[in-house]
Nanobody, 120 residues
Framework: QVQLVESGGGLVQPGGSLRLSCAAS????????MGWYRQGSGWQREMVAV???????NYADSVKDRFTISRDSASNTVYLQMLRLKPEDTAVYYC??????????????WGQGTQVTVSS
């Protein structure tokens, strides 16, 4: 099992910044790829940024050069630093983590979501 606890959402003005955190606790395996996804009102959930256990990253085009994903592998914590926020970044942000077990396919777990609102 994997439990994910997210924090750091809130209300920020356009041009502001926020930092999201997601701490994973795992039993019966290890944590592989972690990432952040978001879902705005009326939107489908979309990938924002992902980071592998080796540190390779991938970003949605809409957030490149503004958002940075990082992780602390020792504590299984992933961070999303968000700069120059725009109203269109408003969404519920979800953390996702893959559990790796020897001889088994990875399985994915989701956090409860944290609201980010960008508004003046």
């Amino acid at each position: 099992q994997v439990q994910l606890v997210e924090s750091g959402g809130g209300l920020v003005q356009p041009g502001g910044s926020l930092r999201l955190s997601c701490a994973a606790s795992v039993s019966g395996g290890s944590i592989g790829t972690m990432g952040w996804y978001r879902q705005g009102s009326g939107w489908q959930r979309e990938m924002v940024a992902v980071i592998t256990s080796g540190g390779a990253t991938n970003y949605a085009d809409s957030v490149k050069d503004r958002f940075t994903i990082s992780r602390d592998s020792a504590s299984n914590t992933v961070y999303l630093q968000m700069l120059r926020l725009k109203p269109e970044d408003t969404a519920v942000y979800y953390c996702k983590a893959s559990r790796i077990r020897l001889g088994r396919r990875p399985d994915d777990y989701w956090g409860q979501g944290t609201q980010v609102t960008v508004s003046s």
